[in-house]
């Protein structure tokens, strides 16, 4: 009897060893959260590639995990309660991950809080943003006769990369020492670059944002978990 009976992902996508967190992921800016998390924590674990096609995060295996047909998604086979846990939702999982390690979520009640503050920030604004951004800069969006969504997305970029390049004027991480919070940030920063956005959004401009993402990027856990899984 295998932890992993009871998860129907597992038939599609099998642990090779069932002892340890098994990661279901794609690198892309919420795929690498949880890599980067990872491979920062020094938790043990097993990458599965689940492409975005239909066949992979629409498949009965993967939507069992996650009905919301959506990468990153973990197991974690040593669950708080004693008991394996499956989680999605790149924010509840660096939250989960950040708990078990006792890591990157600051020391005191009031870090934990305003770490907390700056992921939500990215996982409702920064990041959803910036997707569309994506799509009308980028993908189908851009070919869109009517210009007004690509503007809207434009503007609320540039709004968003200037509070970000604000808060960092005087500081090398968004909530006190390095945190989840960067590691939820700073993947979708460096994002622009593979939308071509950089330039309608005056990226060199912000240079608080062009150092905070080089500090990021320089590390090596980071470099890790951007390729984790590989694409091919
Ligand atoms: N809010 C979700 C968003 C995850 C998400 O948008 N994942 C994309 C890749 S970055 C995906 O799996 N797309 C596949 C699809 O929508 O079919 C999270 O943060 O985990």
Redesign the pocket.
């Known amino acids: 009897m295998s932890a992993f009976d009871s998860f129907p992902i597992a038939r599609k996508w099998p642990p090779q060893d069932p002892s340890v967190l098994q990661l279901y992921s ?1 690198p ?4 690498v ?1 949880a890599s980067i998390a990872l491979e920062e924590m020094g938790i043990p674990y097993e990458a599965h590639k689940v492409t ?1 096609s ?1 066949a992979d ?2 498949s009965p295996e993967f939507l069992s995990l996650n009905p ?5 998604a973990i197991i974690d086979p040593n669950g708080p309660d004693g008991t394996p846990i499956g989680l ?4 509840a ?1 660096l939250i989960y991950l950040a708990e078990k390690s006792g890591k990157l979520i600051g020391s005191t009640a009031t870090e934990k809080a305003q770490i907390i503050q700056w992921l939500m920030f990215q ?1 409702g604004g920064l ?1 959803p943003m910036l ?1 569309q951004l994506g799509f009308f800069y980028k993908f189908a969006g851009s070919e869109w006769e009517d210009k007004r969504p690509r503007q809207r997305y434009i503007d609320e970029a540039k709004r968003l990369l200037n509070v970000l390049n604000l808060e960092l004027a005087d500081k090398d991480w968004i909530a006190g020492d390095y945190s989840i919070a960067d590691i939820a940030i700073a993947p979708w920063l460096r994002a622009l670059d593979f939308y071509g956005a950089k330039d309608v959004l005056a990226w060199e401009d912000h240079t608080n944002l062009v150092d905070y993402l080089k500090r990021f990027t320089d590390r090596p856990a980071v470099q890790k978990g951007l390729v984790t899984p590989p694409r091919e």
């Open positions: 794609f892309t800016p919420n795929g959260k975005l239909d995060v629409k919301n047909n959506k990468i990153p999605f939702e790149s924010g999982i996982m990041g997707g």
